[in-house]
C-alpha cells in the first residue's frame, strides 16, 4: 500500500502502515507467545459484528475510571467484553511492545504454537526448531495440561497464551515457566526458560521435476518481498506450492505483497472501516504463468485466507487441503489514557468474488485431510502437463 495510511487518524497509534492495518490479535498470540488461538472450530458463526463507535466507548470508559482513580486497563478490558468483540484485546505498553517485536519476527517465548480442541484440551500444533520447548522434547500432538500449576482445559487459547507469557515484569528471556504435559497414556511436567527467539516466516523447499515449497508461516514485516523472491529464484521449469498450513496471519500489506508475486494487478480484497468500503490491489508485474497450488488447513487464519481467497477467486491457484480457520476481521490499535493499548474490530474484508471469510473460512477445490502436501504435488504434476 503507498500513501497516507487509511487507519493514521488523531489519538490512534499510527506507526506506519505496515503495524495498523493488520489482522491482530492472532499474530499477538503466535508470534509474541508461541501459541496461535482456534477457539472456534472453521465454519461456525463469528459474533454479531460491534456497532460503529464501539472504540469511542472503550476509550470513554478508560478515561471515566481514571478520572476516579480506578484502572483504566481494567475498564477498559471489561468495555471489549461486553461488546462481543471477539479479537478485541487489550495491551500493557510492554505487552505491546512485544507485539511490535513480533511483527518484526522477534518474540519472547518457548517456542510452541498450540490450539484449542473441541474438547477444551489444549494441543501442541508445532514446535519451533532449536527452541526451549525442542529442547524439553515437546512434540507436535502432545498436549498442554497446565502452566505454572493452572490447568488450563476449558481455558480460551488466549489465556493459556497470557499463562505461558507470564507477566510482563517476570516474562524476560531467562525466565522460567513450569508445564504440565501429556502424550498419550504418559503425563510429565517439563520447567523451560523463555527465550528471544525469532520466526523463520519463509522457508523454501524443493519437490521432485524443479517444483518449488514456499512455506509460510506468518505475514510478518518483510515476508511478502521473501515471497515475491523465492518466486523469482524458483526453477523456470517447474510449479510452486504455497504452504500457508498454520499460518497466523498478520499484516495485510505483507499478504498484499505476497499476492503481488502471483498476480499481474487487479483486485486482491475490499474491506470496509466502520463501514466505509476500501480496496487493496496487487502490483503488475507478477508470475502469473507457473502453475500454482495453495495449501491450506484449519490453522490457516486471516491475512492469510485474504491471500488464499484472492488466488482462488482469480482462478489463479488450485487450493488443496481443509477449510481454513474463517477469521476475517480488520483490527486497529488505539492508544488509551495510561499508555495501554486497545486492538478493536473495525470492519471485514472479502475476497474479489465478494465472499465474506468470517465465521465461514475458505474451502478447498479440492479436499485432502490426508496427505495433503503429496496431494498437492500431484495437483501441481497436472496443472504442468495441461500447461
Known amino acids: 500500500m503507498s500513501g497516507r495510511d487509511p487507519f493514521c487518524e488523531p489519538r490512534r497509534l499510527c506507526r506506519g502502515a505496515a503495524l495498523t492495518l493488520l489482522f491482530a490479535s492472532v499474530l499477538v498470540a503466535g508470534a509474541a507467545t508461541g501459541s496461535f488461538s482456534d477457539d472456534t472450530a472453521p465454519g461456525t458463526a463469528a459474533r454479531t459484528p460491534r456497532p460503529a463507535g464501539h472504540e469511542e466507548s472503550v476509550a470513554r470508559a478508560a478515561a471515566d475510571a481514571m478520572a476516579d482513580g480506578k484502572s483504566p486497563t481494567e475498564a477498559a478490558e471489561r468495555a471489549v467484553s461486553r461488546s462481543g468483540d471477539r479479537w ?3 495491551y500493557s505498553p510492554g505487552e505491546f511492545e ?13 517456542g510452541l504454537w498450540a490450539r484449542r480442541e473441541r474438547d477444551g484440551r489444549i494441543e501442541v500444533t508445532r514446535v519451533a526448531s532449536g527452541s526451549p520447548a525442542a529442547a524439553a522434547g515437546i512434540h507436535e500432538g502432545d498436549r498442554l495440561r497446565s502452566v505454572d ?11 493459556v497464551l497470557a499463562l505461558l ?3 510482563s515484569e517476570d516474562a524476560d528471556a531467562g525466565s522460567k515457566v ?7 497414556t504418559r503425563s510429565w511436567s517439563r520447567t523451560l526458560r523463555r527465550a528471544s527467539l525469532s520466526t523463520d516466516s519463509v522457508t523454501v523447499g524443493r519437490l521432485p521435476g524443479d517444483a518449488t515449497v514456499i512455506t509460510v508461516g506468518a505475514f510478518t514485516k518483510g515476508v511478502g518481498h521473501a515471497v515475491r523472491t523465492a518466486v523469482d529464484r524458483a526453477p523456470r521449469g517447474g510449479g510452486i506450492v504455497l504452504d500457508l498450513r498454520g499460518n497466523s496471519g498478520g499484516l495485510v500489506a505483507e499478504a ?4 503481488s508475486a502471483f498476480l499481474d494487478g487487479g483486485l486482491v480484497a475490499t474491506y470496509d472501516v466502520n463501514g466505509e468500503q476500501r480496496a487493496l490491489h496487487a502490483a503488475s508485474g507478477g508470475d502469473t504463468a507457473r502453475p500454482l497450488v495453495a495449501l491450506v488447513d484449519g490453522g490457516t487464519m486471516s491475512a492469510a485466507e485474504l491471500l488464499t481467497g484472492a488466488l482462488q477467486d482469480r482462478g489463479r491457484a488450485v487450493v488443496v487441503g481443509s477449510r481454513t480457520f474463517g ?15 486497545a486492538e478493536l474490530t473495525v470492519g471485514h474484508y472479502r475476497t474479489p468474488a465478494g465472499r465474506s471469510v468470517d465465521g465461514r ?6 479436499e485432502a485431510d490426508k496427505q495433503p502436501l503429496e496431494r498437492a504435488e500431484t495437483v501441481l504434476s497436472g496443472l504442468g502437463d495441461a500447461s
Open 327 to 341: 477469521k476475517g476481521s480488520v483490527q486497529m490499535p488505539s492508544r488509551l489514557p495510561d499508555g495501554s493499548v
Open 149 to 159: 500449576g493452572a490447568r488450563v482445559d476449558g481455558r480460551p487459547v488466549t489465556e
Open 256 to 259: 498484499v505483497t505476497a499476492a
Open 178 to 184: 513450569d508445564l504440565g504435559l501429556e502424550r498419550g
Open 165 to 167: 507469557r507470564g507477566r
Open 361 to 366: 473460512g475458505i474451502t478447498p477445490d479440492l
Open 98 to 110: 512485544e507485539f511490535e517485536q513480533a511483527l518484526d519476527g522477534r518474540y519472547t517465548g518457548v
Open 88 to 90: 478485541g484485546a487489550v
